[in-house]
Structures are given as structure tokens and as C-alpha cells.
């Protein structure tokens, strides 16, 4: 044991050196690290206040409150107040923000790539799960995992449940309103009706007996042989303990069992980790448009996988 332990602590140092953490140009940028994470999380919709954010990346205020002055000043990042609440501030990019991010991404992707492209393909895979697994046990959540468990099927509140998920989730990161909760209620109360069909089935996350998240497969509306998959959300609480991880597997696996030769998801622009968790599930963008379906004009995307 305690030879791996140093063989990770000496991969740890080596990765930190590489990727520029020790100073200099981090992603390509003339940023900090944190100042990089910030704009990363702040993107993803993940950290929309500056309390969040120092949650996210273990700093003190005063630090976050530092960094946030010098992206507000650099025109990348704007603060403005709540929506909901007056008294709050929350945190968005501005366009050049969105620029830099883009770049930072583009950068990052281009660095992983050249690495993996010397490993063969079972070697990619082993590092993908290597860094997941180690990656949660470092996080507190991973006490957590433990005690969430999945169930399938319908139970009593989960329409009201997975509604009030998708409202509160998608007001604070994306300012939806009263007609997307109208227009999820409506649609998961319709799907539900139809759970008696064996294509169709939704599964949730369980923390005790609260539900922490969602996901579902409907394999009636797109058609014969397209699987719709649905109503995928996490609490916070849960968040990067894998438990979404486990519900999209659960919800795929559904699909493969039945054959149905491909699934089928919608989604939107600027939600980075569910579409790094859908692209590395075997998911690709097929198709963009701007669309207001949910009461904000969004760039709507449509992700396919098609069935091993």
C-alpha cells in the first residue's frame, strides 16, 4: 500500500507540473487556477453566487471576493441581482467571458487528447475510471454514495418531486419560470400515465427516502425505434457523488435490453458536465436551434447515442 500511495502522490505532482499549476499560464490563459475553475464553474451554471462558489472551490470569501473584483473588472464575468431575490447577486459570464471560456475549453480538450492519443483504447478506458473513482473518493460526497440507492417505477409524490427539482434547479441557473415547471409538470404527469407500457420507465436517486434525483426512457413519443430519455436531474446534495452517473447507466441499460436502436435527448447550450457525462456515455450533437419552448430563448441541442 504504501508504495501506491507514493506512485499516486508522484502522478499527482507530475500531472499538477504539467498542467501549469504551479504558476504561469494555466488552460492557456494568464489566469490563476482559481480564476480558470471560476469561469469553468460559473459556465456550467453550477456556481451562480459567490457563497457557491467558495463552497465549490474551498476558498474563503475574501479570496473569492478578490478574484471576482479582478473578472468583473476584466469584463469577463458580470454581477447583477436575482431574479427571485432582490438581496442576492448572482454571477454570469459576459460574452468575452464566454469567449475566454470557449478557449480555455478548447485548449484543455486539445491537451487531454494529444495524451490519450499515446494510450490504446482499453488504456483510455482504464485511466477514464481511474480518475473518476479516485476522484470521488476525494470528495466528501463519497461518504454519501453509499447510502443512495435507485428505484424504478412510480411512486407516491414523484410527479410534484421531479417538478419541483427541474423548477428549482433551472430558475437559479437559467432564470426558467412558471411555464417551464408548467411545461415539465404536464409532460412527466402524461408519461406517467403511460407507465403501464414496458418501454417506458423512470428510475430515482434516493437519499433515505427523499428523492435527490431523477431519470427516465420514453420509448413511445419520438416514434418506433427512438428511446426519449427524459427528466435527468440531481439535488446538490448528490452532486459528484456518482449517483448520476448510476441513473443515466440504469436508464441505458433499459434501452439496450430492449434493442431500441437509438436514444434520443434534448438539452441546452452551456450545460458543460451533463454534456461531458452524456458525450462519454456514447452520446453525439446531432442537431442545434434556438428555441423559447422552456419561457427563455436557449440554444437547444439534440444528442444521440445509437445502441451498441
Not at 471560476?38 to 457557491?52: F, K, N, Q, V
Not at 450533437?285 to 419561457?295: F, H, I, S, T
Request: glycine residues 10%; neutral net charge; hydrophobic residues 40%.
Amino acid at each position: 500500500m504504501n508504495d501506491q500511495i507514493e506512485h499516486i502522490r508522484y502522478a499527482t505532482r507530475r500531472m499538477v507540473r504539467h498542467f501549469g499549476l504551479m504558476g504561469g499560464l494555466v488552460a492557456g490563459t494568464n489566469l490563476s487556477p482559481s480564476a480558470v475553475y471560476a469561469l469553468i464553474e460559473i459556465g456550467s451554471g453550477r456556481s451562480r453566487s459567490a457563497t457557491e462558489l467558495a463552497e465549490t472551490l474551498k476558498l474563503d470569501k475574501s479570496s473569492i471576493s478578490r478574484m471576482l473584483r479582478k473578472l468583473i473588472e476584466m469584463g469577463e464575468v458580470r454581477e447583477q441581482p436575482d431574479r427571485m431575490d432582490g438581496r442576492l447577486k448572482t454571477l454570469s459570464l459576459t460574452r468575452e467571458g464566454w469567449a475566454r471560456l470557449a478557449a480555455i475549453d478548447a485548449f484543455s480538450r486539445s491537451q487531454v487528447m494529444e495524451a490519450l492519443g499515446h494510450l490504446s483504447t482499453d488504456e483510455v478506458a482504464t485511466v477514464v475510471e481511474g480518475l473518476r473513482l479516485y476522484s470521488d473518493a476525494l470528495s466528501p460526497a463519497a461518504a454519501r454514495r453509499q447510502a443512495v440507492s435507485l428505484a424504478s417505477g412510480y411512486r407516491t409524490g414523484l410527479i410534484a418531486r421531479v417538478t419541483e427539482l427541474h423548477a428549482q434547479y433551472y430558475s437559479r441557473t437559467s432564470g426558467f419560470g412558471q411555464r417551464f415547471e408548467s411545461v415539465v409538470a404536464r409532460g412527466l404527469a402524461d408519461f406517467c400515465d403511460r407507465l403501464d407500457n414496458p418501454v417506458n420507465q423512470i428510475w430515482v436517486a434516493l437519499l433515505g427516502n427523499e428523492v435527490v434525483g431523477s431519470i427516465a426512457i420514453d420509448g413511445e413519443d419520438l416514434g418506433p425505434g427512438k428511446a426519449h430519455l427524459r427528466w435527468f436531474i440531481m439535488t446538490d446534495v448528490v452532486r459528484g457523488s456518482g449517483a448520476g452517473r448510476h441513473l443515466l447507466q440504469a436508464a441505458l441499460d433499459h434501452v439496450d435490453r430492449l434493442a431500441i436502436p437509438e436514444t434520443q435527448l434534448w438539452t441546452f447550450d452551456g450545460l458543460a458536465a451533463a454534456r461531458h457525462l452524456y458525450e462519454t456515455s456514447g452520446f453525439r450533437l446531432a442537431e442545434e436551434r434556438r428555441g423559447d419552448q422552456w419561457g427563455t430563448e436557449v440554444l437547444e441541442q439534440r444528442f444521440v447515442r445509437p445502441t451498441p
